[in-house]
């Protein structure tokens, strides 16, 4: 293969090779290598052939293999539909599902009904999408067919316990439709060990000693189905359902050893259970010379959760009994209805253009109830906030409009109008008119020579998740998150510079400067109940900077060993804002490392595939009220082995926590508050699931006709 070899594809469709032979249905002959857009067009496109050598199963492990893409999942949190966007499309439109991650809606198209990926810039794809650098276009075959892939693994933790889980998944196509089924249990069973050491600051003497072993289980059976009719581009008719029933059960052993008193046997127990059903429906004609676009969305679900916390009063091993502990039960149901219309034209006097608005219904009912156990008796905390009724109604506008300066430069610009009506009832009473403008405008060029930059500026406005308006307790960290009825959305401007270019032919390097400037930048802060207690709660502090830095190399290492491929990402960043207590600058609260970084490796020789990975990052903390709680973790690897003992099957060894490295906190409590301290301890928590061995088997079926499937 030549490098820097530039190719277009203009006409012809190639479906993807297997170690069995190549499926085409062309129109003009293609060369099989990577497709790296010309100067003239603005993407770079990868027909499925480019793929054969990684031996995909599902368009999950296509995507996974794009040379310098890196998957984004986006927010299904995220109330509405516009900004829970990640950066794929399907066929050229995203998929109307918010239940579902982009992952699980990858993993359940066959690899065999991918024809070609296409990778471009946002705006080519909709207003959801502009001022993003990369967006991903899956094309499926139009080919009538019977594609499927059934998966079975177990992994065994290193005490022994071996869990089993899998998933299957099937694709009818027939003419313009398309049929998609898919099921699984998503099962996962782990176990840690680890430990938790108090010392006083001061003296450093051990105030308690933990020894912790804890086992978890998550278990997760879905079932999701789609249908398409699809005519073209601007005449589509889709309908999608999904329906999940996610429970996670912890159970945690802790030996308790007090610096004065005797040793007991402690436990803690969870119970969450947390069900989701979802229809979507969207549906594009053609009308004016462009498409209108109705998208429909209605998501339930409700949440069941169980935390107990006992307290004995010796040694199981010695008879002791429960004395005491807490208790906490979280019932809630939320609700969201969403209507979306769109009308789009390529060619409007010059411009694309983009035009439409959404309505949004969303609703949280929500009671928490935390209970202090002592001898058998149960007695009632009262939280600032544990019962709340929450109702948003949400509406946004916007237009769009793009037009290609030169061949090689390209101005594309924006404007969002979003309004909502939020109301508050229960233990607070808080409504609010929320309105803002939301600009944005971005440039793209390619200046020649493979390179592609690309320039933007937006303005965001977070959303309000309605839990945060909610108390609750988290027994595992002996803590209370207040709810704080009265937060408000921090929006910021953000720019983001890209620059990107080919490297060794069919690899990418992509360097990515972005800056914010937040306002009302949401951290933590005193709040007080009606009996003057203080309690650490989410709320907004000031104004906040982001700046970062992200280098992305991905590149083909044949000239080295043949079919060795390598990709490093790597990721600066700086946060700053004063601490609303001591009124210092610091970091923002959460997960911001100031460094992050990893590297893959892959070697596909014959029916055999293999590599590793390797993660790290800086600790990073949590600056509440009470508490600096750090969270850090040692390198990380993953490594696997693959062997295909013929075209359909696939079957993978998996080697987690390869390094057996562990994990932990350190917290710094302060007592009552970091405002007024009366006493500190300090908390060292460490913790090690060890390495975990998996093994997966996949299984293709199909490939022919719909009328004479067959698998060999």
Do not use: C
Request: aromatic residues 10%; positive net charge.
């Amino acid at each position: 293969m030549r490098l820097f070899r530039a190719l277009y594809i203009s006409a012809g469709i190639v479906e993807l090779a297997t170690p069995g032979g190549v499926r085409a249905q062309a129109t003009a002959e293609v060369d099989q290598s990577a497709r790296v857009a010309t100067q003239g067009t603005r993407t770079r496109v990868y027909d499925a052939n480019f793929f054969a050598q990684f031996a995909p199963r599902t368009a999950l492990d296509i995507v996974g293999r794009v040379p310098g893409f890196n998957l984004e999942l986006g927010n299904i949190d995220t109330r509405g539909f516009t900004g829970a966007a990640g950066n794929i499309v399907i066929n050229g439109s995203r998929p109307s599902t918010k239940a579902e991650t982009l992952e699980a809606t990858l993993a359940r198209l066959p690899a065999r009904s991918v024809v070609r990926v296409e990778v471009g810039p946002g705006d080519l794809y909709g207003a959801e999408y502009s001022g993003k650098s990369q967006v991903l276009n899956v094309i499926l075959s139009a080919q009538s067919s019977f594609d499927g892939t059934v998966t079975a693994a177990a992994r065994r933790d290193f005490k022994g316990h071996i869990t089993p889980t899998g998933s299957a998944s099937a694709m009818i196509k027939r003419g313009a439709s398309t049929f998609n089924l898919s099921g699984g249990t998503e099962h996962s069973f782990g176990v840690q060990e680890g430990t938790d050491t108090l010392f006083n600051p001061g003296s450093g003497a051990v105030v308690e000693y933990r020894r912790k072993d804890i086992s978890f289980r998550d278990f997760n059976p879905y079932l999701s189905g789609s249908w398409a009719l699809e005519h073209g581009k601007d005449r589509a008719v889709r309908l999608n359902a999904r329906w999940s029933l996610a429970r996670w059960d912890l159970e945690q052993k802790n030996r308790v050893a007090p610096a004065e008193g005797s040793q007991r046997d402690d436990g803690l127990i969870q119970d969450y259970d947390n069900s989701v059903f979802e229809i979507g429906v969207d549906v594009t004609r053609p009308i004016a010379g462009g498409a209108i676009k109705l998208v429909g969305l209605t998501t339930r679900r409700k949440l069941n959760n169980f935390d107990g916390y006992l307290k004995r009063n010796g040694l199981l091993e010695d008879g002791a009994v429960t004395v005491g502990g807490f208790e906490q039960n979280q019932i809630s149901k939320r609700n969201e209805s969403i209507g979306r219309l769109s009308w789009t034209r390529q060619d409007f006097a010059a411009f694309s253009f983009e035009v439409g608005g959404e309505a949004v219904l969303n609703s949280l009912d929500s009671a928490v109830d935390l209970f202090v156990v002592d001898e058998g008796e149960r007695l009632r905390i009262d939280l600032p906030i544990d019962r709340a009724r929450v109702r948003e109604k949400r509406a946004e506008a916007f237009i769009n409009l793009g037009h290609s300066l030169t061949p090689t430069l390209r101005l594309d610009a924006g404007l969002t109008y979003e309004y909502s009506i939020l109301a508050v009832r229960g233990d607070a009473r808080a409504d609010r008119t929320l309105k803002f403008l939301k600009p944005k405008v971005t440039v793209d060029w390619k200046p020649g020579g493979g390179w592609h930059t690309q320039l933007s500026v937006v303005r965001t406005v977070a959303q309000l998740d309605f839990f945060d308006f909610i108390s609750a307790a988290e027994l595992g960290s002996d803590r209370v998150n207040a709810g704080n009825a009265n937060l408000l959305p921090q929006r910021a401007w953000e720019g983001r510079l890209t620059v990107d270019r080919p490297i060794f032919g069919e690899g990418l390097a992509k360097l990515e400067f972005g800056s914010e400037r937040i306002g009302l930048l949401q951290d933590r802060i005193l709040i007080f109940n009606k009996a003057g207690q203080a309690f650490d709660a989410l709320g907004n502090i000031g104004t906040g900077k982001r700046s970062f830095a992200r280098l992305t190399l991905d590149a083909p290492l044949s000239g080295l060993w043949s079919g060795l491929r390598a990709k490093f990402d790597g990721t600066i960043q700086r946060t700053r804002v004063e601490d609303p207590i001591s009124g210092e600058k610091r970091n923002f609260s959460g997960s911001f490392p100031n460094w992050q970084w990893s590297v893959k490796v892959r070697r596909d020789s014959g029916a055999f595939s293999y590599g590793f990975s390797v993660t790290d990052r800086d600790n990073f903390t949590f600056f509440r009220t009470d508490e600096f709680d750090s969270n850090y973790i040692s390198a990380d690897a993953t490594s696997f082995v693959e062997f295909r003992p013929n075209a359909r099957t696939a079957i993978t060894f998996d080697f987690i926590n390869a390094l057996n490295t562990g994990f932990g906190r350190e917290r710094l409590l302060f007592f009552p508050h970091r405002a007024d301290p009366q006493q500190r301890i300090r908390e060292l928590r460490e913790r090690n699931g060890h390495v975990n061995i998996g093994l997966t088997v996949k299984r293709s079926f199909g490939g022919g006709k719909a009328s004479s499937a067959s698998a060999s």
